[in-house]
């Protein structure tokens, strides 16, 4: 392949900022995320954003078919160049928040994936909320998020950062940052430095009344400097007696606040709520 700036040049591209657009330029980094990703030969990978297809040439020489979606189609002809010797890729230009979970199904053949992605980050807490709530679920999601971002979904219960994401994702799988990444890796330079993420899923939870857990999660984060038993009483139907005794026979003070509560926390007070 030509050097990704060329083609860009050649093809007269401009980078639209109201898209996220960040290019990774650096193979090593781009080797690294695929490693990152546990990506193997029978894999199907899901790619939200190719750009100009850096990131997708790499994983397609990892895994067995790379179905990319992309909202901007600007990067057609650059796509076109920069994948046209790569026979397992297929890009779709649509905005991945349109495409249904039938359409994704469809257009993947409806067997098992992942999903790797150098996300937008206007579209970060949307894209990982969809794929965990999906019904079509991937089976790991590995992002490049904002550092901030990625330190607030792996952090622990008690500390500023921990939130109704933290607690969503825990629901759902486990979460570790697999590496830190410069903003000088990125191509225009954003303002902030960044962190690949991978999320694997797991059925560790599959008999909990989810929708119910994330009602309390959201709930007990509303009014973030209220304890977790005001948070409670207004946004249930619940007295203040009630639900400081649920806290007491949980061994809790009635005095705390949701951050302090980690997800087994969350699904016994759902459970007596
Ligand atoms: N993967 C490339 C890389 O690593 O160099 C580009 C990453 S860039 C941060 C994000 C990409 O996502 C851009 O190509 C942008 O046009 C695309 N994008 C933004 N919003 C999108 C959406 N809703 N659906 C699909 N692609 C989107």
């Given at each position: 392949m030509r050097n990704v700036k060329e083609i860009l040049k050649d093809n007269n591209f401009r980078f639209?900022?109201?898209?996220?657009?960040?290019?990774?330029?650096?193979?090593n980094l781009l080797g690294s995320m695929v490693?990152?990703?546990?990506?193997?030969?029978?894999d199907i990978v899901v790619e939200i954003g190719p750009g100009a297809g850096t990131l997708t040439r790499e994983i397609a020489k990892a895994c067995k078919k790379?179905?990319?979606f992309e909202i901007d189609r600007n990067l057609k002809p650059v796509l076109e160049e920069s994948l046209k010797d790569i026979d397992n890729s297929q890009v779709i230009f649509k905005d991945i928040q349109k495409v249904s979970e039938?359409?994704?199904k469809e257009t993947i053949g409806g067997g098992n994936y992942k999903v790797v992605a150098n996300l937008p980050y206007y579209i970060t807490t949307p894209i990982i909320m969809r794929f965990l709530?999906?019904?079509?679920?991937?089976?790991?999601?590995?992002?490049?998020?904002?550092?901030?971002?990625?330190?607030?979904?792996?952090?622990?219960?008690?500390?500023?950062?921990?939130?109704?994401?933290?607690?969503?994702?825990?629901?759902?799988?486990?979460?570790?940052i697999t590496r830190n990444v410069s903003r000088e890796m990125f191509m225009p330079m954003p303002n902030v430095d960044s962190a690949i993420v991978r999320i694997d899923l797991n059925d560790k939870y599959k008999d909990v009344d989810k929708k119910k857990?994330?009602?309390?999660?959201?709930?007990?984060f509303s009014m973030r400097r209220k304890t977790l038993?005001?948070?409670?009483?207004?946004?249930?139907?619940?007295?203040?007696?009630?639900?400081?005794?649920v806290l007491c026979d949980m061994g809790l003070d009635p005095r705390v606040r949701g951050e302090a509560l980690d997800i087994d926390k969350y699904i016994e007070l759902s459970n007596k709520i």
């Open positions: 639209n900022k109201q898209f996220g657009q960040n290019f990774i330029t650096d193979t490693q990152d990703a546990k990506i193997t030969k029978d790379v179905y990319s039938n359409e994704l709530e999906s019904d079509y679920k991937p089976e790991s999601i590995t992002i490049m998020i904002q550092k901030e971002v990625a330190e607030r979904l792996v952090s622990k219960e008690g500390t500023e950062e921990f939130g109704a994401i933290t607690l969503s994702i825990a629901l759902d799988g486990e979460v570790c857990v994330k009602r309390v999660i959201k709930a007990a038993v005001n948070n409670i009483i207004s946004n249930f139907d619940i007295k203040r007696d009630a639900i400081e005794k």
